[in-house]
């Protein structure tokens, strides 16, 4: 069962790239949420789907854009890279009520 | 939107001893409280969660309380472990559980677990 995958593992970028960032998860949760992490600073919420066909702004969406694909998928687009975008992405799933259930994240470094 | 506060961001425990870790929220919404354990190079995994009907859950070496008056809520791990070591972050959300839709969480700094030989 391999839950939350995310793809690549790894990325480093120039500025002004632009890539997308792949999830997938294989438990049937209606709900996706991409979150990036940086040093000191947690977690933060950058968009979130609550069903298919729909997505939200969290904390900090500026820079980003998402993509509700189907129901497994939930795709997360860098336009025009900055250094500021450098960071540690994490996608997550759940099912309403439950427990939000973590992919192991793509580390992006933008020169 | 919700707040969420954790202390200390760095804790150090000899083994065997007890670990606690504090966080408190802003938003009295609040009715879901996850704790999550994140290992090197790893995503965040869910190790307890209590929400607000509940004041208190353990699960063997571990044990969340919630106090909703004072909008905080810790982590209690007892007998610490080498394997222990680790960060931790606690969280908060007005999760719905039926209907509409699933907030995203919002995550308190994160501690950083050291437990020593």
């Known amino acids: 069962n391999a839950g939350v995958t995310q793809t690549p593992k790894f990325q480093v970028l120039k500025t002004g790239q632009s890539m997308t960032l792949q999830c997938a998860q294989d438990m049937n949760h209606n709900s996706m949420y991409w979150y990036r992490q940086d040093p000191g600073m947690g977690l933060r919420l950058i968009y979130y789907?609550?069903?298919?066909?729909?997505?939200d702004k969290g904390e900090v969406p500026n820079g980003y854009n998402v993509s509700r694909l189907n129901k497994r998928e939930f795709s997360l687009r860098l336009e025009s890279a900055a250094p500021s975008q450098t960071s540690v992405y994490f996608c997550a799933s759940s099912d309403l009520g439950l427990t939000q259930h973590f992919g192991d994240g793509t580390r992006l470094s933008i020169l | 939107g919700e707040n969420v506060e954790q202390h200390p961001s760095t804790l150090s425990v000899q083994e065997g001893d007890s670990a606690v870790i504090k966080c408190t929220y802003s938003d009295s919404a609040s009715n879901y409280f996850p704790w999550y354990k994140q290992e090197l190079g790893k995503g965040p995994q869910l190790i307890i969660d209590i929400r607000s009907n509940v004041g208190e859950k353990k699960d063997q070496r571990i044990a969340v309380t919630l106090n909703k008056t004072a909008k905080h809520f810790s982590l209690h791990i007892t007998e610490t472990q080498p394997e222990d070591s680790a960060v931790y972050f606690c969280?908060?959300?007005?999760?719905?559980?039926?209907?509409?839709?699933?907030?995203?969480?919002?995550f308190g700094k994160g501690t950083h677990l050291i437990i020593q030989p």
């Open positions: 969280a908060a959300t007005p999760q719905e559980l039926s209907g509409g839709g699933a907030d995203g969480l919002t």
């Open positions: 789907s609550a069903s298919e066909g729909t997505t």
